[in-house]
Structure formats: structure tokens, C-alpha cells
């Protein structure tokens, strides 16, 4: 809710020194990730096509909680670069780190969704109970 009233106040000058996009996307991922946790956990149960293993673990648990701590780190970074070395973190050094934490999450759960699920994770029925 605080997001949203954020959001509808964006020209507070305040509100709008907060980078409202990194904070809006790091509690997306923080959202997604806490769904891909209760699958994982077996919370909710799923049968047929959801219950695909490598769907949940990877792509999301593994990717949102990876894309949560490196948005997270290059807030701290913004903040660095704004508060001690007294430089701006402009729109140009935003899109390039986020660029680069799309990449290096995207690509880390490509390269583990294509190899063999005996070599990352697979679903074994007889361990369910």
C-alpha cells in the first residue's frame, strides 16, 4: 500500500529522491519470490504441468531471490555514489546495471534449465510422501 501512495505522489520531491523503479521492482521480486518459496516448501500443493520442478526452483525462487539481492546491492551502491562520493547516479548508470543483473540472473537459470536435470534437479516420485 505504501508503494502505491508512492507512486500517486511521485512529484514530492522526497518520494522522488527514492528511485521509486529500483524499490518498485525489488519488492516484485521480493513478491515472486515468496511465491516460488511456498511451492518449493510445499505450502500449495500442485499437480499436472505446474508441478514441474525445475519451473518453481529456478525460475522462481532461485531467479527472484538472485534479482533481489542484486538490486538490492546496487541500491546500496546509488546510495554510495550519491551520499559519499558525492557523484549522481544518473539514468545511463541505471539502465546498465540493470542491465547487467537481467543478464547474469537470466543466463544463470538458462544455463541450468537447459543441462540435465540429473546434473541440477529433478523430481524423484518415490520421495513423496
Known amino acids: 500500500m505504501l508503494l502505491v501512495y508512492a507512486w500517486?505522489?511521485?512529484?514530492?520531491?522526497?518520494?522522488?529522491?527514492?528511485?521509486?523503479?529500483?524499490?518498485?521492482?525489488?519488492?516484485c521480486a521480493t513478491v515472486l519470490w515468496f511465491i516460488g518459496n511456498l511451492v518449493t516448501n510445499n505450502h500449495v500443493r500442485l499437480v499436472g504441468v505446474w508441478?514441474?520442478?525445475?519451473?518453481?526452483?529456478?525460475?522462481?525462487?532461485?531467479?527472484?531471490?538472485?534479482?533481489f539481492a542484486t538490486?538490492?546491492?546496487v541500491r546500496f551502491y546509488a546510495l554510495d555514489r550519491v551520499f559519499n562520493q558525492k557523484?549522481?547516479?544518473?539514468?545511463?548508470?541505471?539502465?546498465?546495471?540493470?542491465?547487467?543483473?537481467?543478464?547474469?540472473?537470466?543466463?544463470?537459470?538458462?544455463v541450468n534449465q537447459l543441462i540435465s536435470s540429473s546434473l541440477t534437479l529433478e523430481y524423484v516420485p518415490d520421495l513423496e510422501a
Open 8 to 27: 500517486c505522489n511521485y512529484n514530492y520531491r522526497p518520494i522522488r529522491a527514492k528511485n521509486l523503479t529500483w524499490t518498485t521492482l525489488i519488492y
Open 51 to 67: 508441478s514441474n520442478c525445475k519451473l518453481w526452483i529456478l525460475w522462481f525462487r532461485v531467479l527472484f531471490v538472485y534479482v
Open 71 to 73: 538490486m538490492t546491492i
Open 87 to 110: 557523484k549522481p547516479f544518473t539514468r545511463r548508470s541505471s539502465l546498465i546495471s540493470g542491465a547487467v543483473v537481467i543478464v547474469f540472473n537470466v543466463t544463470y537459470c538458462l
